[in-house]
């Protein structure tokens, strides 16, 4: 094991090969449906099927921040290893405790501990986390580390619609976007994370016109510079799909080679945006 070791939580969407490639450790939050608890990301954990099965059947689903326990146990496995520091890179504390797990877990960890609030949520945490490991990988410090984090999360652009609010408004995630809500059933909304918080992109009357605004958006957040781009969806394969191709055509030149991702959204923010979410995350390299 290297001296620094990257730590993310399971919000990061990093596929787990990925994450085992790169040396990442994944800690799960948990996902609350009816009266089970399951991890995020496991096994036998919860899927995003389940999560938009149970919202669609009014079901109540609920999630939990990873625990200062759960993350000290990261720590300290790292430090057995024989890592002296760790980064720990987390989904925005605006909507989840888990970065402040990560504070207090720093506080008992037997080694250094550099925790980080991306202020973002899903894959640009995990862009976030790749460009932590990239410079580890070169011979960079931790803190080189821990600086490339932020910088990547701050330049990216999270960008998403919804097919309704009322999943963030339950859940008590939706921020600034909350002036929308009285219009929300003549509207479809678009709306972005900024400084880890939801904020409104605008409101369109049809589905078609708001998924043609997110894709003019998603090409104007990256410019002309060398990017990453996904799609994410929950329960909405086919529109995902559909996204990510003309993405992939359209920024060819900013992805050199490299392919859309387009995936399903973790169980955990699934349950906070309900089925038909679709979101893109843009992220410029270093």
Request: hydrophobic content about 45%; aromatic content about 4%.
């Amino acid at each position: 094991m290297p001296s620094a070791v990257i730590v993310t939580d399971s919000t990061s969407s990093l596929p787990p090969e990925l994450a085992a490639e790169r040396g990442i450790v994944v800690v799960p939050l948990q996902v609350v449906i009816g009266a089970t608890s399951y991890d995020e990301g496991t096994p036998d954990g919860a899927t995003p099927d389940m999560v938009a099965a149970a919202l669609k059947e009014w079901t109540p689903v609920s999630t939990s921040r990873a625990t200062p326990a759960a993350l000290l146990d990261a720590y300290e496995e790292a430090a057995r290893g024989g890592a002296t520091e760790v980064v720990s890179i987390h989904l925005t504390g605006e909507m989840s405790g888990t970065f402040e797990s990560a504070q207090l877990a720093a506080r008992d960890a037997s080694i250094r501990v550099i925790p980080i609030d991306s202020r973002q949520v899903g894959v640009a945490t995990g862009f976030a986390a790749l460009a932590a490991a990239d410079v580890l990988d070169a011979g960079g410090t931790a803190d080189e580390a821990a600086e490339a984090a932020r910088a990547r999360a701050v330049a990216s652009s999270s960008l998403f619609y919804v097919d309704t609010l009322e999943y963030l408004r339950r859940g008590g995630r939706i921020g600034a976007a909350s002036a929308l809500f009285g219009g929300a059933l003549s509207f479809k909304p678009l709306l972005q994370i900024e400084d880890g918080r939801v904020t409104t992109l605008g409101k369109v009357r049809t589905t078609t016109k708001a998924l043609s605004r997110l894709e003019e958006l998603a090409v104007q957040a990256a410019g002309d510079r060398p990017v990453d781009v996904c799609v994410a969806h929950l329960a909405s394969p086919d529109r995902a799909g559909v996204l990510a191709e003309k993405l992939g055509e359209r920024l060819a030149d900013n992805l050199g080679g490299r392919e859309v991702w387009c995936g399903e959204l973790g169980a955990v923010l699934g349950a906070h945006v309900g089925p038909g979410m679709l979101a893109v995350c843009v992220a410029p390299r270093l």
